[in-house]
Structures are given as structure tokens and as C-alpha cells.
């Protein structure tokens, strides 16, 4: 018997709040939805070998594991990579481990994109936009657009958010709610993390 879509990957607007660990390796991020209530966080999970191995290796080489949970702390899904040395591919799995899809950063001089496959490494999306001035569009395997990343607020979220250095994903209503829709939104709500360890 299949999980039912995990409540989490039901929304269409995630606002992303990072919280500054000063004197830790690992970054966190808290995820709230559209009406200013935090639905969970992102995690990034560094062993103690890593971190040492942190201050002697380029962090582009080198694999993270980011987790993303729900206010329970309960894992909604993963998303991993192994050492690389030029291109990342990114893994995601659900709670269970269950592999889902995968990203692909596009060599390109001007801006990141990132390709999403599915499990049957089909293509079902693409994150593409300028990093500096966090303007990401999300566009299906047609090209069309289903989504947006960037740092506009509205309604509540302008209340909880007094900093830049914040985003939010929107995702069009008529994406289905399933597991490729559980890969593109664990990539978009991750991507200032992914960003981060791949540049």
C-alpha cells in the first residue's frame, strides 16, 4: 500500500527563512506556507569527518545530505549528492528512502540551471534565473512555466519577513500532487542551500 501525498507537498506557496547557526557547519532553513505558519524546516546533516574535511577540500567537490521535515520533525524527503568533480547530480528521496528523481546542474556562464528528472530519469522540469538578483522561473518538460523563485512578499508573509536574505517558492495550483511534484518542490525550496554547495 502507497504512502498518501505527504500534507507537506500539498501547498503552493513556501516562504523560506534562513537561520543563521554562527558557530555550526550545518545550515538550517525554516519553511512556512502561504499564511505566515511554519510548516517545517530544511537541514543540512554534516558528520564530524565532513566538517574537518570542510576546511581541507573545496565544498563544491564534496556531498552533502539535506533533509527537508515538518513541524513534527518528521523526514518528508532528502536530497543528497556524492563527491563530484565537475557536474553535480543530485539525488532525492522520499521518507523512505525511496528514490525519486534527480537534478542535473547545466554548465552555463551566465546563469544556474538546474534540470529535474523523474525516477525514470524522464525530464519534468527546469529551474533557471539569475542567483545575484534571486529571479528563478520554474518551467515544466514543455517549457512552460508552473512556478516562481524569488524575494516578493505579500499578504502576511511581509509581516514575519523583515530581511533580504529570504524567498519563497510559488508553484501553479494545477501541478499534480505527485512524486514529481514532490522532486520540484524539494529542489525549489532547497535551491539558495543546493546554490551554496555547488558554486
Known amino acids: 500500500m502507497q504512502n498518501p501525498f505527504p500534507r507537506f507537498f500539498e501547498g503552493n506557496e513556501y516562504f523560506i527563512d534562513e537561520k543563521v547557526n554562527l558557530l555550526k557547519f550545518e545550515n538550517?532553513?525554516?519553511?512556512?506556507?502561504?499564511?505566515?505558519?511554519?510548516?517545517?524546516s530544511v537541514l543540512q546533516k554534516i558528520s564530524i569527518g565532513h566538517k574537518i574535511l570542510?576546511?581541507?577540500?573545496?565544498?563544491?567537490?564534496?556531498?552533502?545530505?539535506l533533509e527537508i521535515v515538518d513541524i513534527n520533525g518528521n523526514i518528508q524527503a532528502t536530497i543528497s549528492r556524492g563527491w563530484t568533480f565537475w557536474m553535480s547530480k543530485i539525488h532525492v528521496h522520499d521518507s523512505l528512502?525511496?528514490?525519486?528523481?534527480?537534478?542535473?546542474?547545466?554548465?552555463?556562464?551566465?546563469?544556474?540551471?538546474?534540470?529535474?528528472f523523474g525516477s525514470m530519469d524522464n525530464q519534468i522540469a527546469e529551474i533557471s534565473g539569475d542567483w545575484a538578483a534571486w529571479n528563478f522561473l520554474i518551467k515544466d518538460h514543455n517549457g512552460i512555466q508552473i512556478g516562481t523563485i524569488d524575494k516578493q512578499w505579500a499578504g502576511?508573509?511581509?509581516?514575519?519577513?523583515?530581511s533580504a536574505d529570504k524567498y519563497n517558492v510559488s508553484i501553479v495550483p494545477a501541478v499534480i500532487e505527485d512524486k514529481n511534484?514532490?522532486?520540484?518542490?524539494?529542489t525549489a525550496i532547497t535551491i539558495d542551500m543546493v546554490l551554496k554547495e555547488t558554486n
Open 97 to 116: 528512502g525511496m528514490h525519486l528523481g534527480t537534478i542535473r546542474q547545466k554548465f552555463t556562464f551566465l546563469k544556474p540551471i538546474f534540470q529535474i
Open 28 to 40: 538550517e532553513y525554516k519553511v512556512y506556507d502561504g499564511g505566515g505558519q511554519q510548516i517545517g
Open 156 to 162: 502576511a508573509m511581509k509581516e514575519v519577513f523583515t
Open 54 to 65: 570542510r576546511l581541507l577540500v573545496n565544498k563544491k567537490m564534496m556531498p552533502f545530505h
Open 181 to 186: 511534484k514532490i522532486v520540484i518542490v524539494a
